[in-house]
C-alpha cells in the first residue's frame, strides 16, 4: 500500500505558535506502538504482522515556544517474506524537528519532519542487509500531565528504509526538566529615618516716635528676615507686640500700642500676603516697660514694638534602605 508524507503545513504550525503547558526545556522519554510494512518488489510480496511491537526513546531541546530538536533510536520490529524465505528488521537512529501548536495550556498538537538514520537486517536470505538514511515525517498530539511529565499519541512514517516503507503508530512519554530557576528581587526594605534642624528664635525692636503710630521706612527695611522667614518656613509665625510710655492716660496708651503693633504686622502681610494666624499683633500699653518712665531717655525706649519669631523645629523625613 503506497503512503505519503503526513504534514501539517507550516503555515499552520507558525500561525498560533505556542508551547502549552511547560516551560522545561529538555526531556526524555519512551514510545511504544506498532509497526506497518510495505514492500514490493518483482518476486517479493512481503507484510508485517500486524501484531509486530515497535518502540524507542527519544531526547529533544524546546528552542523556541513551538520548535524543538529531537533525536532517538528506534525498533521498527521485523517482517516475515510471505513465501516463508526469510525475514528481516529495521532499527535506527531519528533526527526531526518538532513543530508545536498549543490548542490550550495543557494540550499541543504537533508535526515532526527529519531523517532516519537505518539499519537494515535481513535473516534466511529474504534481502541484502542494507543502512543508510531515509526521510521521515510525523503528526501527533501531546497532552502535559503536569509541568514535568507529558503523554503522546503519535503516527510517524518512514519513506524507503531498505526499500520498504514503514509505518509507526502508538504512544510515548516524556519527561520535561532543566526550566532556570526564577529571578527573585531582593527585597527591599525602606524605613523613616527622621532628623530635626532647629531654627533659631528671631527678635526685633522698632522704636517709635511720641505719640505716633507709623513706622519708618527704615525700620520697615529691616523686617526682611522676618519676610525671608514666613517664605521659607509654612510653619513659622511672627508675634508683634506695641508698647508705649507712660505719659498720658493708661486707655489711651493701651489703644496707641495695638495701633503701633497693628502697623508693623500691617507692614508685613503686605509684602507676603500671609493670613493674620501667621502674624499676630497685640498691645501691652504701659504695662511692661524696659526703662524707667522718669527720664526722656527711658521713655523713648519704651515707645517701641517687640517682633518675635519663635525657635523653629523643622522635621525631615527621609527614606533609607534598611540594613
Not at 56 to 69: H, K, N, R, S
Not at 152 to 174: M, P, T
Not at 203 to 223: E, M, N, Y
Amino acid at each position: 500500500m503506497k503512503k505519503t508524507f503526513l504534514v501539517l503545513p507550516l503555515a499552520l504550525l507558525v500561525s498560533g505558535v505556542a508551547n502549552a503547558a511547560t516551560d522545561n526545556p529538555f526531556y526524555a522519554g519512551a514510545r511504544l506502538g506498532n509497526s506497518f510494512y510495505d514492500i514490493k518488489d518483482s518476486t517479493n510480496s512481503i507484510n508485517l504482522d500486524d501484531k509486530n511491537l515497535s518502540g524507542g526513546v527519544f531526547a529533544g531541546y524546546q528552542i523556541t515556544p513551538w520548535f524543538a530538536g529531537e533525536v532517538g533510536y528506534t525498533n521498527l520490529g521485523s517482517a516475515s517474506v510471505t513465501n516463508g524465505q526469510g525475514k528481516f528488521t529495521a532499527q535506527g537512529a531519528d533526527l526531526v524537528g518538532k513543530f508545536s501548536y498549543a490548542i490550550n495550556d495543557k494540550f499541543d498538537v504537533f508535526a515532526k519532519l527529519g531523517a532516519f538514520y537505518y539499519d537494515w537486517n535481513a535473516k534466511n536470505g529474504a534481502q541484502s542487509d542494507d543502512n543508510g538514511w531515509a526521510s521521515t515525517a510525523g503528526v501527533g498530539a501531546e497532552y502535559y500531565i503536569n509541568n514535568n511529565v507529558s503523554t503522546r499519541v503519535e503516527y510517524q512514517y518512514y519513506k524507503d528504509v531498505g526499500g520498504a516503507d514503514i509505518q509507526f503508530a502508538g504512544v510515548s512519554l516524556a519527561y520535561h526538566w532543566g526550566a532556570p530557576a526564577p529571578v527573585v528581587a531582593p527585597e527591599v526594605v525602606y524605613v523613616d529615618q527622621v532628623s530635626v534642624a532647629t531654627i533659631d528664635e528671631l527678635k526685633l525692636t522698632v522704636p517709635f516716635a511720641f505719640d505716633s503710630s507709623k513706622i519708618t521706612t527704615g525700620d520697615a527695611a529691616q523686617l526682611a528676615p522676618f519676610e525671608a522667614r514666613l517664605n521659607q518656613y509654612p510653619d513659622a509665625t511672627i508675634t508683634v507686640v506695641g508698647h508705649t510710655d507712660s505719659t498720658g492716660p493708661e486707655a489711651y496708651n493701651m489703644k496707641l500700642s495695638e495701633k503701633r503693633a497693628e502697623a508693623v504686622a500691617q507692614a508685613l502681610r503686605t509684602h507676603l500676603n500671609v493670613g493674620s494666624d501667621r502674624i499676630i499683633s497685640e498691645g501691652r500699653g504701659e504695662l511692661d516697660p524696659i526703662a524707667p518712665n522718669d527720664t526722656t531717655k527711658g521713655r523713648a525706649e519704651n515707645r517701641r514694638v517687640d517682633i518675635i519669631a519663635p525657635e523653629l523645629n523643622i522635621e525631615t523625613v527621609t527614606q533609607v534602605v534598611a540594613k
